[in-house]
């Protein structure tokens, strides 16, 4: 089964400083940076998504601006596909299905931002697709969301997220288990 990696939003607005910083996205995208370089490594094609937003009262990932570059620790090669989206859904009105497509890619493993946004949209989105789904977990990042007068930490928010896209939509994994499972590495 051929697989590509997609990497969601990894973007400048979502690291400390960024205008949308998130818990935990430093950790997150040294994860991240460690998959690619699996994903380089194993000749996989390679899918960045970066989100530029376009509708009215956005305030971060604006056009030509830092905060919506792709961060350093992921910077594509230029054998890479960039996709630019500008809805939550990273298959809505972009190429992406056609890239895979092209590709041949049945498996994608998904990381990035964020998890309870764009990286449940996107694994619903591919395995409705009928793609075969692989999302790593300690690759990807939230934050803390207000609902009726209550903070709900970003912990639980991603747990919560992560939980449900294992129940039906993905094989929920931890970078390590997967690289052991991609390397045929025993870890019982």
């Not at 939003?9 to 370089?37: C, H, T, W």
């Amino acid at each position: 089964m051929k697989t590509g990696l997609i990497l969601v939003d990894i973007q400048n607005d979502y690291f400390p400083g960024g205008r949308m910083e998130l818990a935990g996205m430093v950790k997150a995208s040294s994860k991240a940076k460690d998959l690619l370089s699996l994903s380089r490594e194993s000749q996989w094609p390679t899918f960045h998504i970066q989100h530029i937003a376009y509708r009215e009262g956005a305030t971060f990932f604006l056009p030509d601006t830092e905060g919506a570059e792709i961060h350093d620790s992921v910077k594509p090669l230029s054998g890479d596909i960039v996709i630019q989206k500008h809805h939550i859904n990273c298959f809505k009105e972009t190429p992406l299905l056609d890239e895979l497509k092209k590709a041949a890619v049945e498996r994608i493993v998904i990381c990035g931002a964020m998890s309870h946004m764009c990286i449940d949209a996107a694994v619903r989105a591919a395995a409705d697709l009928g793609f075969n789904c692989v999302v790593i977990h300690d690759a990807c990042a939230t934050r803390d969301v207000q609902f009726e007068n209550r903070t709900i930490s970003a912990q639980q928010v991603h747990g919560s997220f992560m939980a449900a896209l294992a129940m039906a939509y993905a094989e929920v994994l931890s970078l390590d288990a997967f690289i052991s499972r991609v390397k045929g590495v025993d870890t019982t």
